[in-house]
């Protein structure tokens, strides 16, 4: 029997690794933190446009409109993840988990949208000098503001954090965002109550560059998940990983992120007479070490290269 070595060809192969993951379980879990989150503020969001109705707080009403966008925010991740659970086809062969990296971008774009509202309509009110009433109802809507968004923004942070889902975390920065801003609110009006007319629609810029600050934060991290840039330390582990088997004189790696999916692309060089065979095997060690040094891949394809023959 002859049997084909590396010099003839070289062969890479898919090997599924062992990182424990429940994919099905880490759903659920994002659906019930999408589902409680948007009602928790969907609650405080009309609360507080109530109150901003009825004051004429410009801070109170761009923090309101901030809060019911992250209900519509929330219905965007919530298809985001509904998407992502399609199995791969011939014309998605990856399936379709770049959709949570997607919801991502419909976050910023609302978070942006949000900024250019809360701008206008606190510049107008400083031009206009327009005017505050009922600022203890006011001051009492900002609060709670605050409190519902901070609420809503640790519990998706750990869920988000627990699961690996970047667009769950930018939801809870998000939320997060709009406690600050709700701060900014409280602060105009109590500027207001002490005899400053201007403080709300001062505090209604601070909440502006609040919400642009974290909307430029999360539209950096998606384009760079969306133009597959991932953190440097990972390279550097896989290719670690994969040096580190007896056999293998070097490897180059590469990785991406497809939603909450590492994906780990490994080339290593070994002895041009090692037969196909062998190369497989040495694969599927390779796949050992980096379910070992590399919890957080999802996938790893190895591809076997012919090292140069010594002069």
């Not at 109150?51 to 965007?76: C, E, M, P, Q, R």
């Not at 965002?177 to 001062?202: M, N």
Request: net charge negative.
């Amino acid at each position: 029997m002859v049997h084909k070595t590396l010099g003839q060809r070289d062969p890479a192969a898919a090997f599924p690794l062992a990182h424990g993951r429940d994919d099905a379980d880490e759903r659920r879990q994002a659906n019930r933190a999408i589902a409680v989150s948007a009602i928790g503020l969907a609650v405080t969001g009309l609360v507080e446009l109530l109150l901003a109705l009825v004051t004429g707080s410009v801070g109170l009403l761009g923090d309101a409109i901030h809060n019911l966008s992250d209900v519509s925010t929330s219905a965007v991740v919530f298809l985001g993840f509904r998407l992502s659970r399609r199995p791969a086809t011939d014309k998605y062969p990856y399936g379709l988990e770049r959709a949570e990296d997607l919801a991502g971008v419909g976050i910023a774009v609302v978070i942006w949208a949000s900024a250019a509202f809360a701008g206008f309509e606190s510049i107008r009110k400083l031009i206009e000098h327009g005017h505050t009433a009922h600022v203890a109802a006011g001051i009492a809507g900002a609060v709670l503001g605050i409190v519902g968004n901070q609420v809503v923004a640790r519990y998706k942070l750990i869920v988000g954090t627990r699961i690996n889902s970047a667009t769950l975390i930018a939801d809870a920065r998000h939320s997060w965002l709009d406690a600050l801003s709700s701060a900014g609110a409280l602060a105009g009006l109590i500027a207001v109550a002490l005899g400053q007319p201007w403080g709300d629609p001062v505090a209604g810029l601070a909440v502006t560059a609040f919400i642009c600050h974290v909307g430029y934060e999360v539209t950096r991290e998606f384009v760079h998940r969306l133009a597959d840039g991932v953190d440097p330390e990972i390279i550097t582990r896989a290719e670690a990983a994969g040096g580190s088997v007896p056999g293998v004189i070097h490897t180059h790696a590469r990785a991406r992120w497809t939603g909450r999916t590492l994906r780990v692309e490994i080339e290593g060089w070994v002895d041009p007479e090692l037969p196909v065979k062998d190369a497989d095997a040495l694969g599927r060690i390779v796949a050992g070490e980096i379910s070992r040094q590399l919890p957080e891949a999802g996938s790893l394809t190895w591809t076997t290269r012919a090292a140069p023959a010594e002069a």
